[in-house]
């Protein structure tokens, strides 16, 4: 079974989305990584959140829109919600918990990658102790506010390992094991 990695893009003072989950800033910070490049043809599945899934797009208005990667990546996708929409997406199941949505993105993954989208979501997968790998795509800018990359109250000591660290044209690689 594939492994679970977290994928994100972070600003310096460490948020993923702007205030109200704005994801504009991203736009300027989307360049050439081959790293990106590398991990995408490696993913075989995604698992997102569902305010992930519903929220703000990097590239609204183009026609990279609502597409993984802009467009980057064609697969299956799975959707953790509590409220399962009447209407279906393409490519796209809605389940109504974690321990079922990671079956089933393990399952159709094929032994690639789960790339886990969405801050709550990949929180979840972290105290679930099913997440294994996390990649944070470090932006040279600063935000100053916004959805944190991991925001956990009262704190926790989860040790991980580095993989990797490697530079891109504006941005810098950090790749994580979670150890366990």
Not at 72 to 96: A, S, Y
Request: glycine share 16%.
């Amino acid at each position: 079974m594939g492994k679970l990695m977290y994928s994100v893009t972070m600003s310096l003072d460490g948020f993923i989305a702007g205030t109200g989950g704005d994801m504009s800033w991203l736009t300027d910070h989307l360049g050439p990584n081959p790293l990106v490049g590398e991990v995408i043809e490696q993913i075989g599945s995604l698992l997102v959140g569902n305010r992930t899934f519903r929220g703000d797009d990097p590239h609204r208005g183009t026609d990279k829109e609502g597409k993984p990667f802009g467009g980057g990546w064609e697969g299956p996708q799975f959707v953790v919600t509590h409220h399962i929409p009447d209407t279906t997406v393409p490519d796209v199941t809605f389940v109504g918990d974690l321990d079922s949505g990671v079956a089933a993105a393990k399952a159709a993954a094929g032994g690639k990658y789960v790339n886990v989208l969405g801050a709550s979501i990949a929180r979840q997968c972290l105290e679930a102790g099913v997440l294994d790998e996390i990649l944070v795509l470090i932006a040279p800018v600063l935000l100053g506010d916004g959805v944190r990359l991991f925001d956990h109250p009262g704190g926790t000591n989860i040790r991980l390992e580095r993989l990797s660290l490697t530079e891109a044209p504006g941005a810098t690689n950090l790749w994580l094991r979670v150890l366990k």
